[in-house]
Nanobody
Framework: QVRLVESGGGLVQAGGSLRLSCAVSGRTFIRYTMGWFRQAPGQEREIVATVDWGSDSTYYTDSAKGRFTISKNNAKTAVYLQMNGLKPEDTAVYYC??????????????????WGQGTQVTVSS
């Protein structure tokens, strides 16, 4: 079992930055792929970025590439999402998730077994 708790959301003006954190507890010794997802009002939850717990390899969607950076600490107790150049369309609830899949990049919700409660990010224009 893994417990995920997000923090760091808030209200920011367009062009600003936020750093989301996800505290990971429980069976952190297992190799996971950690992902950040987001869900805007009336929209489906979508993947933003992933990081492989074991290889440190990362994946970004086109909308995140060049603006967002996903990282983890060496102790494997936290995952971060640094978001720069925020746009109003980035407004969403952001979720941290853990997948037991690491043989390929898990991009679908069903591939993630554990989820945090989410943190709201609002970007004003």
């Amino acid at each position: 079992q893994v417990r995920l708790v997000e923090s760091g959301g808030g209200l920011v003006q367009a062009g600003g930055s936020l750093r989301l954190s996800c505290a990971v507890s429980g069976r952190t010794f297992i190799r996971y792929t950690m992902g950040w997802f987001r869900q805007a009002p009336g929209q489906e939850r979508e993947i933003v970025a992933t990081v492989d717990w074991g290889s440190d390899s990362t994946y970004y969607t086109d909308s995140a590439k060049g603006r967002f950076t996903i990282s983890k600490n060496n102790a494997k107790t936290a995952v971060y999402l640094q978001m720069n150049g925020l746009k109003p369309e980035d407004t969403a609830v952001y979720y941290c998730a853990a997948s037991l899949v690491w043989s390929h990049i898990p991009k679908t919700l069903s591939e993630y077994a554990y989820w945090g409660q989410g943190t709201q990010v609002t970007v004003s224009s």
